[in-house]
């Protein structure tokens, strides 16, 4: 059994950066394919990054290619999203998932996902 925390979110301001944590027990978040999605109200979740298991290969969204940034650290078995040039529309609650799959085909949906955490909630404003 995988259990995920996040932490980090909260307010800020459009251009500015904020960076979640995900702390993982259960298992090393280094064997586990890493992802972070977000759901703004009224939308469906959709997959932002990715980090398969075992190596450093990650993924993003179109939409936040080159702001963002999904780091592993192995020392405290966390995952962090950097977000940095935020823009109202990165408004959403944003949600660590691990999975043990690593196919690269289905990392990005959130279906593919047996484990999650509770969500944290990201609010950019002028």
């Known amino acids: 059994q995988v259990q995920l925390a996040e932490s980090g979110g909260g307010s800020a301001q459009i251009g500015g950066s904020l960076r979640l944590s995900c702390a993982a027990s259960g298992r090393t978040v280094s064997s586990t394919t890493m992802a972070w999605f977000r759901q703004a109200p009224g939308k469906e979740r959709e997959f932002v990054a990715a980090?398969?298991?075992?190596?450093?290969?990650?993924y993003y969204a179109d939409s936040v290619k080159g702001r963002f940034a999904i780091v592993r650290d192995n020392a405290k078995n966390s995952v962090h999203l950097q977000m940095n040039n935020l823009k109202p529309e990165d408004t959403a609650d944003y949600y660590c998932a691990a999975t043990n799959t690593e196919i690269l085909s289905t990392i990005t949906r959130f279906t593919a996902y047996t484990y999650w955490g509770q969500g944290t909630q990201v609010t950019v404003s002028s």
């Open positions: 980090m398969r298991k075992y190596g450093s290969n990650t």
